[in-house]
């Protein structure tokens, strides 16, 4: 293994000739998983497992099976396995550095930009296995069942709403949260996540939320068929966003779904409001201790984690 710059190793990435994917380990996955149509899965490193765990348990409680976690270090598919937690590991080929700002952004190390590239890849090798891909944060928590509010909606891509990158929310009035989103097995949402993968390092700056949105917008001439309320990022369901939005492109046949913020929470969470929640996804910092924090803070830690 050669140590590598983030930009030589995204020259040519792919998860067959750039990680050490086995398909095969996919596959058997999938199988074991495939009481429904579509798998949840994540993606994470050993810094998140607590965090992980805390996920799982929230969706076992649901009564939630067809899970997979994507492990990026052996740490952590490891502790996964030994928690009864379906993990496939897969690990750049090179040395990605942990413990310093990337050089090419600035804001995240090296080995934490190639966890997030991997949710476009997986979602993909996923569709290709036949079978619809719901991803989730580990932070964003499960509260409720969100499959009867999904399968009530027709589309191609669900997504949670955020607000960053703002230039994509001046044109649309909020974006697509990369931390809950539905990729449904369709000839436009294949397409669209191989425009995903491609744009990762150009127009997404290695940031998997800018690349989606900046696709959508800059690509796919989206047309809502409506606007969310002016004040929408509240999570009460008075003057909140409760209905969702839904989109389509001019140029293509994909079709999206903003899913209402009052029920799949991202921004402003509070204590009174989370009663109602189907997803809370708070936001919170990067590391495991202060997410840990806040998570505990809404009463979002499950008791069997400890």
């Not at 569709?127 to 719901?134: C, D, F, H, P």
């Not at 989109?247 to 293509?252: E, N, R, V």
């Not at 109602?276 to 990067?286: D, G, M």
Request: glycine residues 6%; negative net charge; proline residues 3%.
């Amino acid at each position: 293994m050669q140590a590598a710059t983030l930009s030589e190793y995204y020259a040519d990435f792919s998860l067959q000739t750039s990680t050490t994917f086995q398909h095969s380990d996919l596959i058997a996955a999938v199988l074991r998983r495939q009481a429904h149509d579509t798998i949840v899965y994540s993606v994470i490193d050993s810094a998140y497992v607590h965090i992980a765990l805390n996920w799982v348990a929230h969706l076992r409680q649901l009564g939630i099976q067809n899970v997979l976690i994507v492990s990026t270090d052996a740490e952590a598919h490891e502790a996964l396995k030994r928690n009864g937690v379906e993990s496939v590991l897969v690990m750049p080929d090179a040395q990605l550095a942990r413990d310093r700002k990337s050089l090419d952004t600035g804001f995240a190390s090296d080995f934490s930009i190639f966890v997030i590239s991997l949710k476009f890849h997986i979602a993909r090798e996923l569709l290709n296995l036949g079978v619809s891909a719901l991803f989730s944060d580990v932070d964003a928590i499960w509260l409720s069942n969100p499959h009867p509010v999904l399968d009530a909606q027709q589309g191609d891509v669900l997504f949670q709403v955020g607000s960053f990158p703002e230039d994509v929310r001046t044109v649309w009035g909020f974006t697509a949260c990369t931390g809950f989103m539905l990729f449904r097995n369709s000839a436009a949402t294949r397409r669209l996540l191989d425009e995903a993968c491609r744009s990762f390092v150009g127009d997404g700056g290695y940031d998997d939320q800018m690349t989606l949105n900046r696709v959508l917008c800059r690509r796919y001439a989206i047309q809502w068929n409506d606007q969310p309320p002016d004040a929408w990022q509240h999570c009460a369901i008075d003057n909140g966003w409760t209905i969702p939005i839904h989109g389509s492109s001019d140029t293509t046949n994909l079709r999206l779904v903003a899913l209402p913020h009052a029920y799949f929470q991202r921004h402003h969470v509070s204590r009174r409001d989370i009663g109602h929640a189907v997803i809370c996804h708070p936001n919170s910092p990067k590391n495991e201790r202060d997410k840990i924090e806040v998570l505990r803070s809404f009463g979002l830690w499950h008791s069997s984690v400890g």
